[in-house]
């Protein structure tokens, strides 16, 4: 019997004496060993659990790829046994893993947990195989599902504002999700491709009380894997307000007009450039001596038209003339004069994000240029609905719209 053999054994043992509480497992079923046959539908039958549960607890990305002889934990059990003497634990395997890329992880030398199981440093490991390494080494991160190895997110959110979801995995993912029923939009935040964020925009006008998160991969054979959760939306501290429009004003924005420019902007913001722009907290738009005149997501009622029945935008009071710049890098996918929005500027930050610039004297850019953050976008002015000089500044992220300023004040995705 090899040292890795009586170690497993250990491994059994230590099992069947943590064994507690209720449930449909016996204290043999702590672990299970695949025998012939099995399929991981079948095992986690036996154990009382999901597939999805039982792939998660053991590091199982492929659903389909399990071997005979491997020992698989039952989920919510003890997930390292300490040896007797307490000088080593039992770590398991991902997918791919080798010897040394396993106890790497962990911060141990491939060497040293070569000689600790008597297997070669380059030795492949099954999924879920059992490697023993120093107890004192740094506390594994654990599988949440398949190859997800973390997913942090917030547990409130309030209305109006942004928050982020991270993830982490032991190799590059294709990762899918959704946040209330919108498509989640990651980004890459490490060149391994194995840390990936993704807003969670949440509109100013959403009822308070807790919307779905879902995120997860497909596996390479077709299996879906997710992970459900929920967040809770709070009220936002927003005020309300009725706008009067003049009767010139108000006269060109007949329902028909209205409706034409919404369809116009979503279809530039509800696009997803592959490329990201936009890596640094916001610049402001305008100069620190314009303050804000009107802040995002004042619930408002027009006297005229449907124009929307919240602020979408931060107000900045200035003269007209008064320049404009751009807060981030980005892309000028729209710049045109529309009805109610006046002389508009649209710029694509990448990965849905789009931040816009209404009511402007002047417009000082064209569609396809590249800006960089404190370039002059154009002046502003008193166009389209407005009832005086000011800058409207909006972000969208996925489409909806968010508090802008919320991102002066942070990076897009502050290190944890
Ligand atoms: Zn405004």
């Not at 299970?32 to 659990?49: E, F, N």
């Not at 003497?85 to 991902?94: D, E, L, S």
């Not at 034409?260 to 738009?285: C, I, K, M």
Request: glycine content about 12%; proline content about 8%; aromatic content about 6%.
């Amino acid at each position: 019997m090899g040292r890795l053999n009586k170690l497993a054994c250990r491994l059994l043992l230590a099992s069947l004496l943590v064994v507690g509480g209720s449930g449909p497992l016996r204290a043999q079923e702590e672990s299970y060993t695949v025998a012939a046959g099995d399929t991981l539908g079948t095992i986690a039958a036996r154990l009382g659990v999901t597939v999805a549960e039982l792939a998660a607890a053991n590091g199982i990305d492929d659903p389909n790829l399990i071997r005979v002889g491997q020992v698989l934990l039952a989920p919510g059990r003890s997930a390292v046994a300490v040896e007797s003497a307490g000088a080593t634990v039992a770590v398991r395997a991902w997918p791919g893993d080798t010897v040394a890329s396993l106890a790497s992880r962990y911060g141990v030398e491939g060497g040293q947990a070569a000689e600790l199981n008597g297997l070669p440093a380059a030795r492949r490991l099954f999924p879920g195989q059992p490697l023993q390494i120093p107890a004192q080494a740094a506390p594994p991160p654990t599988a949440v599902l398949g190859a997800v190895t973390s997913v942090q997110m917030p547990a409130t959110l309030l209305q109006g504002r942004t928050g982020r979801l991270f993830v982490t995995s032991s190799r590059p993912l294709q990762l899918e999700g959704h946040w209330n029923g919108q498509p989640l939009i990651f980004q890459l935040l490490q060149e391994d491709g194995l840390r990936q964020a993704a807003f969670l925009p949440v509109d100013a006008l959403l009822a308070p009380g807790a919307y779905p998160l879902e995120v997860g991969y497909t596996t390479s054979s077709g299996v879906p894997l997710r992970l459900q959760r929920s967040i809770l939306v709070e009220a936002g501290p927003y005020d309300s307000q009725e706008i009067v429009v003049s009767q010139e004003k108000a006269e060109v924005l007949t329902p028909p007009v209205v409706q034409a420019e919404r369809e116009r902007v979503v279809s530039v913001w509800s696009q997803v450039s592959p490329e990201r722009f936009w890596l640094e907290r916001f610049q402001r738009p305008i100069g620190a001596d314009y303050p804000t005149t009107s802040p995002f997501g004042t619930r408002r009622t027009y006297s005229v038209a449907d124009i929307g029945n919240f602020h979408a935008g931060q107000d900045f009071g200035a003269p007209e003339g008064t320049l404009v710049f751009a807060p981030a890098p980005g892309r000028v996918v729209l710049a045109e004069p529309i009805a109610v929005r006046g002389n508009a500027v649209i710029l694509d930050h990448g990965r849905g994000v789009f931040s816009g610039y209404w009511h402007l004297s002047e417009m000082k850019v064209g569609v396809g240029m590249d800006v960089a953050a404190g370039d002059v976008l154009g002046l502003v002015g008193n166009t389209g609905l407005s009832t005086g000089a000011h800058l409207h500044w909006e972000l969208r992220i996925g489409g909806v719209a968010v508090d802008p300023m919320q991102f002066l004040e942070e990076a897009p995705f502050p290190a944890p």
